[in-house]
């Protein structure tokens, strides 16, 4: 995750840089470093350093990660002619490297060539059945071309192998929540959050699923864990507070005023009064219509 010092930094270079201030090479080694998109950016910085023999190079043997990331924003930009020139370089270079087969098949399914691309990336698998970039590739073509069922199979064979992949995971589960498979995707985030047991986002998600499921355990569970997002991000995620509310007056409902010691009116108390506090500070225009909803979910005593 890029740290606001570290956005601010890239967003100083970004400007000094577009402003005709130098500094395009220091520019492009931080958007690699933060792994962040600024495709566009890229291709212009990096074309004009290759465009200039002298100042090409300066760089030494990072001409050629230069050339990769160059060729990397022109296919993400659709500048197919750029890239193709790019890989053209880099094959002459590094003509048996399965890294620069990479981005042949990256340009292949930029044209469209899924038959190719395919092709392309089972050889690259046959060579090295590990390669997480090309298993990533063909998942990402496969949702590129609307084969969702394919997308999922392919996700799911491929977090067989790498379990610790979070954002794998997190893309499996986004794509059960798309489908309403709301089952399959309370699996997804129970894994995020058995390996990544501090992230709010991942206890907020398995919420707002259990809560979609409905049953008493499932809303008493998707509390718990409302909760538990409250407490990591010190009690500041309105979309948890609204949770344990939401929660807890369904479980109310579904037990038609049976255990009401269980019901958890207290703590549905203090996240309304959160709430309220919160607006108040923050949108005190909209403290009104707060109100009213959070009248509608009161449990009755």
């Not at 489908?179 to 997804?188: D, I, N, P, T, V």
Request: hydrophobic share 35%; proline share 2%; glycine share 6%.
């Amino acid at each position: 995750m890029v740290t606001k010092t570290e956005e601010a930094q890239l967003s100083r270079l970004e400007s000094q840089v577009d402003n005709g201030g130098g500094g395009a090479w220091d520019f492009l080694c931080l958007v690699r470093k933060l792994k962040v998109r600024r495709s566009d950016k890229v291709l212009k910085h990096g074309l004009s350093l290759l465009k200039d023999p002298r100042k090409r190079s300066a760089l030494g043997p990072d001409e050629w990660t230069l050339y990769e990331q160059v060729a990397i924003a022109a296919i993400d930009c659709h500048s197919l002619e750029v890239a193709k020139d790019c890989i053209k370089a880099l094959q002459k270079r590094f003509p048996e490297s399965k890294r620069v087969g990479r981005l042949e098949g990256m340009l292949l399914e930029a044209k469209g060539s899924w038959s190719e691309a395919e092709k392309a990336y089972s050889s690259l698998l046959e060579e090295n059945p590990f390669d997480q970039v090309v298993h990533k590739r063909k998942i990402a073509m496969a949702k590129a071309q609307g084969n969702i069922t394919v997308a999922i199979e392919l996700l799911n064979k491929y977090l067989e192998t790498f379990m610790a992949d979070h954002d794998a995971w997190r893309e499996l589960a986004e794509i059960y929540v798309s489908l309403q498979m709301y089952k399959q995707a309370a699996f997804c985030y129970e894994e995020l959050i058995l390996s990544q047991p501090t992230n709010p986002l991942y206890h907020l998600t398995y919420a707002d699923v259990l809560y979609t499921i409905g049953g008493q355990e499932n809303l008493q569970t998707a509390k718990k864990y409302y909760a538990s997002t409250i407490q990591l991000t010190g009690g500041k995620n309105r979309r948890a507070l609204f949770g344990v509310c939401l929660c807890t007056s369904a479980i109310s409902q579904l037990s038609k005023g049976r255990n009401k010691e269980d019901n958890g009116t207290e703590l549905q108390s203090l996240a309304a009064t959160a709430l309220e506090k919160d607006y108040k500070q923050r949108a005190p225009d909209k403290l009104q219509l707060l109100t009213s909803a959070l009248k509608s979910l009161r449990v009755s005593s």
